[in-house]
Nanobody, 126 residues
Framework: RVQMVESGGALVQAGGSLRLSCTAS????????LGWFRQAPGKEREVVSI????????YYIESVKGRFTISRDDARNTLYLQMDSLKPEDTALYYC???????????????????WGQGTQVTVSS
């Protein structure tokens, strides 16, 4: 059974940093393209960042470019999202999942296999 477990979320002041982690069991993360998504209260879930299967290509939505960095540690089977210069508008529940190519989706990828964890809450105070 596949489980995705996100962690690292917290309450932080604007301008602060957090590193989110996503650990998978029952799944080798290096076999898939991966993505971080977020959902703020009253809003739809949106993609934040994508890491290609090879790990060589990364993609970010415009609002987080230059502030967030996605990466993967194959030895730990863990996906990360380093979040710097956090803003109140980054407040959301963050999730990781496997993604596949989708030219109609933002950043060209959309979730596949429906592997979702409980998410980790990021709250940025102004």
């Amino acid at each position: 059974r596949v489980q995705m477990v996100e962690s690292g979320g917290a309450l932080v002041q604007a301008g602060g940093s957090l590193r989110l982690s996503c650990t998978a069991s029952g799944l080798d993360l290096d076999h898939f393209a991966l993505g971080w998504f977020r959902q703020a209260p009253g809003k739809e879930r949106e993609v934040v960042s994508i890491l290609s299967r090879s790990g060589r290509n990364t993609y970010y939505i415009e609002s987080v470019k230059g502030r967030f960095t996605i990466s993967r540690d194959d030895a730990r089977n863990t996906l990360y999202l380093q979040m710097d210069s956090l803003k109140p508008e980054d407040t959301a529940l963050y999730y990781c999942t496997t993604v596949g190519s989708d030219p109609n989706a933002k950043l060209g990828f959309s979730p596949i296999f429906n592997y979702w964890g409980q998410g980790t809450q990021v709250t940025v105070s102004s």
